[in-house]
């Protein structure tokens, strides 16, 4: 059997997280509302009534392109496709075709050992359309999604595994929150993929047939439903059958691919320009308005703190997952430094303490009650001694749960340790004392009982003692 490769390209559509929709004032988001209650007679198609573009939907389409890398056009078109489903209630998509608000692109997938660039043919804007559902015997429609702001992304057949098309959608969607473009959350829709998929004998460069899998609603699902059809695709050749241009549908519970319809010739949507809509005309002054604050993405980020600071890629991949994280990893170094250990020491406070509670809570680490400069205020006192590191791990939870600084948290509760060299030989004199059995053991050679001292000495300041002078005036009193 000759070895095959799979080529795979992935349709996105991305909701924008603008507040209304993009041509009326409805919510733009009503996940989980009531069907047909977040209407209005521009979205639900009624004669007479006009779109009216949604700047913001303009501008977090901007962002995107400039983060593909695409060239954005001046001046770009709506155009109308027309198409008859009953939840379109206008008979026509507003979408963009020839001049469409940005083309062409790439973005650079870190695979494991190698990197893949994968180009974008398509960017544009265009407005969702509803949603029909069967429902005891009858097909029903929702409107709530028509005119939801979305941009419609493609690429090029440069994915070669169902790896890269997975590693596509978890780039895209950390990008799509860096940005706050979209909410990016694939069970609700913010974010779809359709894959086209086809295989080839290594090494060829034709396409071959494709199929196009649709309702794929997570990125496990793409992964599995990918090697699924790239099995199928390749037993049917395997037989002597040919693939056929199909549409297929996952099901998510048997974990296969079903037949939905044989692909239709590219449909004539007769497309002409939308009359009721002007021209986008993106002057420079806009442009420059809408990019000023643009940030470093995610994986620049991540190679900077592997890079500049040392951090091991694991610690540098989580902290930049999202980017107030990275922010408030970079206000704490700035505060407390930037050598290797104190950089993994702020990464491990945040990967274990901080990612703990924001999971908890449900918080990104701007949300969080202990900033930065509360962190690095215990990170201080742990330094000075001045608390030990249990004290610390229930300070942290004790500042986010209030808000108040560690300062006077420890000052109020009296958590500060006891380093008091002095107050700490009193005890250990006491416990030599009063233990003769234990001491005598330890003396006979039983080394690993200093365990036990520093323990009981823990244990009589209520976990306040100093573990390392504890242990070196228990050491002093016991071989005496
Ligand atoms: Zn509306
Ligand atoms: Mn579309």
């Given at each position: 059997?000759?070895?095959?490769?799979?080529?795979?390209?992935?349709?996105?559509?991305?909701?924008?997280?603008?507040?209304?929709?993009?041509?009326?004032?409805?919510?733009?988001?009503?996940?989980?509302?009531?069907?047909?209650?977040?209407?209005?007679?521009?979205?639900?198609?009624?004669?007479?009534?006009?779109?009216?573009?949604?700047?913001?939907?303009?501008?977090?389409?901007?962002?995107?392109?400039?983060?593909?890398?695409?060239?954005?056009?001046?001046?770009?078109?709506?155009?109308?496709?027309?198409?008859?489903?009953?939840?379109?209630?206008?008979?026509?998509?507003?979408?963009?075709?020839?001049?469409?608000?940005?083309?062409?692109?790439?973005?650079?997938?870190?695979?494991?050992?190698?990197?893949?660039?994968?180009?974008?043919?398509?960017?544009?804007?265009?407005?969702?359309?509803?949603?029909?559902?069967?429902?005891?015997?009858?097909?029903?429609?929702?409107?709530?999604?028509?005119?939801?702001?979305?941009?419609?992304?493609?690429?090029?057949?440069?994915?070669?595994?169902?790896?890269?098309?997975?590693?596509?959608?978890?780039?895209?969607?950390?990008?799509?929150?860096?940005?706050?473009?979209?909410?990016?959350?694939?069970?609700?829709?913010?974010?779809?993929?359709?894959?086209?998929?086809?295989?080839?004998?290594?090494?060829?460069?034709?396409?071959?047939?494709?199929?196009?899998?649709?309702?794929?609603?997570?990125?496990?699902?793409?992964?599995?439903?990918?090697?699924?059809?790239?099995?199928?695709?390749?037993?049917?050749?395997?037989?002597?059958?040919?693939?056929?241009?199909?549409?297929?549908?996952?099901?998510?519970?048997?974990?296969?691919?079903?037949?939905?319809?044989?692909?239709?010739?590219?449909?004539?949507?007769?497309?002409?320009?939308?009359?009721?809509?002007?021209?986008?005309?993106?002057?420079?002054?806009?442009?420059?308005?809408?990019?000023?604050?643009?940030?470093?993405?995610?994986?620049?980020?991540?190679?900077?703190?592997?890079?500049?600071?040392?951090?091991?890629?694991?610690?540098?991949?989580?902290?930049?997952?999202?980017?107030?994280?990275?922010?408030?990893?970079?206000?704490?170094?700035?505060?407390?430094?930037?050598?290797?250990?104190?950089?993994?020491?702020?990464?491990?406070?945040?990967?274990?303490?901080?990612?703990?509670?924001?999971?908890?809570?449900?918080?990104?680490?701007?949300?969080?009650?202990?900033?930065?400069?509360?962190?690095?205020?215990?990170?201080?006192?742990?330094?000075?001694?001045?608390?030990?590191?249990?004290?610390?791990?229930?300070?942290?939870?004790?500042?986010?749960?209030?808000?108040?600084?560690?300062?006077?948290?420890?000052?109020?509760?009296?958590?500060?340790?006891?380093?008091?060299v002095?107050a700490l030989e009193e005890l250990a004199k006491k416990l030599v004392e009063?233990?003769?059995?234990?001491?005598?053991?330890?003396?006979?050679?039983?080394?690993?009982?200093?365990?036990?001292f520093v323990?009981q000495i823990?244990?009589?300041?209520?976990?306040?003692?100093?573990?390392?002078i504890a242990k070196k005036v228990l050491l002093e009193q016991l071989?005496?």
């Amino acid at each position: 059997m000759p070895e095959y490769e799979v080529v795979i390209g992935l349709e996105t559509h991305i909701q924008l997280n603008t507040r209304s929709k993009i041509f009326c004032g409805c919510k733009a988001d009503s996940w989980g509302e009531e069907p047909n209650t977040n209407i209005c007679p521009v979205c639900s198609g009624l004669p007479g009534t006009l779109p009216v573009l949604n700047k913001a939907a303009v501008e977090k389409a901007v962002l995107l392109a400039k983060a593909m890398n695409s060239e954005i056009r001046e001046e770009s078109f709506f155009d109308r496709k027309n198409y008859f489903y009953p939840d379109l209630p206008k008979g026509y998509q507003i979408t963009q075709f020839d001049k469409s608000i940005a083309f062409g692109g790439y973005i650079d997938l870190p695979m494991d050992g190698y990197v893949r660039r994968i180009t974008i043919e398509k960017l544009h804007l265009e407005e969702d359309a509803g949603k029909t559902k069967h429902k005891g015997g009858d097909w029903m429609v929702d409107f709530n999604r028509c005119g939801v702001p979305l941009v419609e992304m493609v690429t090029a057949p440069d994915l070669r595994t169902a790896d890269e098309a997975a590693e596509y959608l978890i780039r895209l969607r950390q990008l799509l929150k860096w940005l706050n473009i979209s909410e990016a959350n694939m069970e609700k829709a913010h974010l779809r993929a359709d894959a086209n998929v086809s295989i080839r004998i290594k090494g060829e460069d034709i396409l071959n047939t494709k199929t196009e899998i649709k309702n794929v609603n997570s990125i496990e699902a793409v992964r599995t439903a990918i090697n699924v059809e790239a099995k199928r695709q390749i037993k049917e050749v395997e037989a002597g059958r040919e693939i056929k241009p199909w549409t297929l549908d996952w099901d998510e519970d048997t974990q296969t691919v079903k037949k939905m319809r044989s692909k239709e010739t590219e449909a004539d949507y007769r497309y002409f320009k939308e009359p009721d809509l002007m021209r986008v005309q993106l002057t420079n002054e806009w442009k420059e308005e809408i990019l000023a604050d643009f940030p470093k993405l995610p994986l620049e980020v991540r190679d900077e703190f592997i890079e500049k600071y040392k951090l091991p890629k694991y610690d540098a991949e989580i902290l930049t997952s999202e980017r107030s994280l990275s922010q408030y990893f970079r206000d704490t170094i700035d505060a407390y430094g930037y050598q290797p250990e104190q950089v993994k020491r702020v990464s491990n406070w945040l990967m274990n303490d901080a990612l703990r509670i924001m999971k908890e809570k449900s918080l990104i680490a701007g949300e969080l009650k202990i900033t930065p400069e509360y962190l690095f205020e215990i990170i201080n006192m742990v330094e000075n001694h001045l608390i030990n590191t249990p004290t610390a791990k229930s300070l942290f939870e004790k500042v986010e749960e209030s808000g108040r600084s560690p300062k006077e948290i420890v000052e109020e509760e009296g958590l500060a340790q006891v380093s008091d060299v002095r107050a700490l030989e009193e005890l250990a004199k006491k416990l030599v004392e009063e233990n003769p059995e234990q001491v005598k053991k330890f003396r006979g050679g039983k080394e690993s009982l200093i365990g036990w001292f520093v323990g009981q000495i823990m244990r009589q300041t209520q976990g306040k003692a100093d573990p390392e002078i504890a242990k070196k005036v228990l050491l002093e009193q016991l071989e005496e």
